[in-house]
């Protein structure tokens, strides 16, 4: 396991750096760790998924008041010995919160857009605002691989700027159940709902476009992803999303507990399933030690590259 990013202060101070290998937690080498005390615990709907869940998002997860041990290799081979402390789940998710919408333009003409959540429109909003410079880029590169998601009509309404004529990109289907059918041992069928995109009024960006895509990228983030690879509008370039989209139904459990359950079951706009396996890229790129060391983006250069 390698730290993709340092955003406390305090460790930094304490010598912690992206590009540090983690190599045991409290004194246990970190994969027994992972495997002993967070992997059982995380549920998951593909193997990726697992991974990132296990390793991005709990394995140091635990009582704030124990502290955690860390034994860490850097890029000299020389290993440290490091002392830190658990914080609220709220603190952690706000010094990790960035802004939903990042653009830039890259050397070359190219449109760099991150969409890093659909929790809400202000996405949407924000490209709609920055479209008529974005327009005239030579090539687009979307970055969601960091988007959990959020609303799917939101990821829509950008792609929908991509789209030249009204094209079907998803389907999906929720069980229709009768109890009367359930009594009369009758099959119960499912309900499907086919989607479309509408052009929009202004000209349509005609130019070059990018997917990014990680574990990561999940929920109504993978319906963009779903959506663009549908349409066959571009690459998609990284890893395999997450692999589970479908509207959650929260149920609270005793004892103060919480489940989701999805209630219908995605697909790309021809059927094809990716839930349970996620949607595969056109390019597969992982980030590389060295990369991450150098402050290199291994996804984002490859995509650069892939410009005609």
Same mark, same amino acid.
């Given at each position: 396991?390698?730290?993709?990013?340092?955003?406390?202060?305090?460790?930094s101070?304490?010598?912690?750096?992206?590009?540090?290998?983690?190599?045991?937690?409290n004194?246990i080498?970190v994969?027994?760790y992972?495997?002993?005390? *967070?992997?059982? +615990?995380?549920?998951?709907?593909?193997e990726?998924?697992?991974?990132?869940? @296990?390793? &991005? !998002?709990?394995?140091?997860?635990g009582?704030l008041?124990?502290p955690?041990?860390?034994?860490l290799?850097?890029a000299?081979?020389?290993?440290s010995?490091?002392?830190?402390a658990r914080?609220?789940?709220?603190?952690?998710?706000?010094?990790?919160?960035v802004?939903?919408?990042?653009?830039?333009?890259?050397?070359?003409?190219?449109?760099?857009?991150?969409?890093?959540?659909f929790?809400?429109?202000?996405c949407?909003?924000?490209?709609a605002?920055?479209?008529p410079e974005?327009?005239?880029?030579?090539?687009?590169?979307?970055?969601v691989?960091n988007?959990?998601g959020?609303?799917?009509?939101?990821?829509?309404? *950008?792609?929908? +700027?991509?789209a030249?004529?009204?094209a079907?990109?998803?389907?999906?289907? @929720?069980? &229709? !159940?009768k109890?009367?059918h359930?009594?009369?041992n009758?099959?119960?069928?499912?309900?499907?709902?086919r989607?479309?995109?509408?052009?929009p009024?202004?000209?349509?960006?005609?130019g070059?476009?990018?997917?990014?895509t990680?574990?990561?990228?999940?929920s109504?983030?993978e319906?963009?992803?779903a959506?663009?690879?549908?349409m066959?509008?571009g690459?998609?370039?990284?890893?395999?999303?997450?692999?589970?989209?479908?509207?959650?139904?929260f149920?609270?459990?005793?004892?103060?507990?919480?489940?989701r359950?999805c209630?219908?079951?995605?697909?790309?706009?021809?059927?094809?399933?990716?839930?349970?396996?996620g949607?595969?890229?056109?390019?597969?790129?992982?980030?590389?030690?060295k990369?991450?060391?150098?402050?290199?983006?291994?996804?984002?250069q490859?995509?650069?590259?892939?410009?005609?």
């Amino acid at each position: 396991m390698t730290i993709i990013g340092v955003y406390d202060e305090t460790l930094s101070a304490k010598g912690i750096k992206t590009g540090m290998e983690v190599l045991r937690v409290n004194n246990i080498p970190v994969k027994a760790y992972a495997a002993r005390y *967070i992997a059982p +615990y995380q549920s998951a709907s593909t193997e990726q998924d697992r991974q990132t869940r @296990t390793y &991005d !998002y709990a394995l140091l997860s635990g009582a704030l008041h124990e502290p955690i041990q860390l034994q860490l290799r850097d890029a000299t081979g020389k290993t440290s010995e490091h002392t830190i402390a658990r914080v609220k789940s709220a603190d952690r998710s706000a010094r990790l919160r960035v802004p939903s919408f990042e653009y830039r333009m890259l050397p070359g003409n190219i449109a760099y857009v991150a969409l890093n959540t659909f929790g809400n429109d202000s996405c949407a909003k924000a490209f709609a605002a920055n479209y008529p410079e974005i327009s005239k880029a030579k090539a687009i590169i979307f970055d969601v691989r960091n988007n959990g998601g959020g609303n799917t009509s939101v990821g829509w309404a *950008i792609l929908n +700027y991509l789209a030249n004529t009204p094209a079907l990109v998803h389907t999906s289907y @929720t069980r &229709d !159940y009768k109890p009367t059918h359930r009594a009369w041992n009758r099959k119960l069928q499912p309900s499907l709902n086919r989607s479309k995109l509408i052009p929009p009024d202004k000209t349509p960006y005609n130019g070059q476009v990018i997917v990014l895509t990680s574990a990561r990228t999940f929920s109504a983030a993978e319906d963009f992803a779903a959506a663009f690879k549908t349409m066959k509008r571009g690459l998609i370039i990284g890893e395999a999303t997450g692999g589970s989209s479908g509207q959650p139904l929260f149920i609270t459990l005793p004892g103060n507990g919480n489940a989701r359950i999805c209630t219908k079951r995605d697909m790309l706009g021809d059927g094809t399933e990716f839930v349970g396996v996620g949607i595969q890229p056109d390019k597969i790129v992982s980030a590389t030690l060295k990369d991450l060391r150098n402050g290199v983006d291994t996804a984002l250069q490859a995509a650069i590259k892939s410009i005609q």
